[in-house]
């Protein structure tokens, strides 16, 4: 198995622990679309505390990528998704997070086409 389907596995079993059902050819979608990062250990997770990380995600993943510009409705689609993360879980893998942000956005379409 290669170590990108290792990380697939990872993640897949981080969301069943997390109580995340887990569509994967989404979850494979967006992992890819992460590219390397997901193989570094700093870059891997996201901190929900860290402003400057989440400023980051705002422009770069859900305006950019996404195509969201509501400033209101960003902060409480990441809001959402720490909370179903849990606000204390020091792991929140990034791949698993887009993916959430992609879900309660219902931009999935997205990744389709890029499929």
């Known amino acids: 198995m290669s170590l990108f389907y290792q990380k697939i596995d990872q993640y897949k079993?981080?969301?069943l622990h997390l109580g995340i059902d887990c569509d994967q050819q989404l979850l494979t979608?967006?992992?890819k679309g992460?590219?390397?990062s997901i193989?570094?250990?700093?870059?891997?997770?996201?901190?929900g505390k860290c402003a400057e990380e989440l400023q980051t995600?705002?422009?770069?993943?859900?305006?950019?990528?996404?195509?969201l510009f509501d400033s209101r409705r960003i902060d409480e689609v990441i809001n959402s998704v720490i909370?179903?993360?849990g606000r204390s879980n020091?792991?929140?893998?990034?791949a698993i997070?887009?993916?959430?942000?992609?879900?309660?956005?219902?931009?999935?379409?997205i990744y389709e086409k890029a499929s």
């Open 13 to 15: 079993n981080a969301m």
């Open 29 to 31: 979608a967006v992992t």
């Open 34 to 36: 992460l590219g390397p």
């Open 39 to 47: 193989y570094k250990v700093e870059a891997e997770t996201v901190s």
């Open 57 to 67: 995600i705002k422009n770069n993943f859900l305006r950019k990528k996404l195509g």
């Open 83 to 85: 909370l179903k993360m």
């Open 90 to 94: 020091d792991c929140k893998y990034r």
């Open 97 to 109: 997070f887009y993916y959430l942000l992609v879900k309660e956005l219902r931009k999935e379409y």
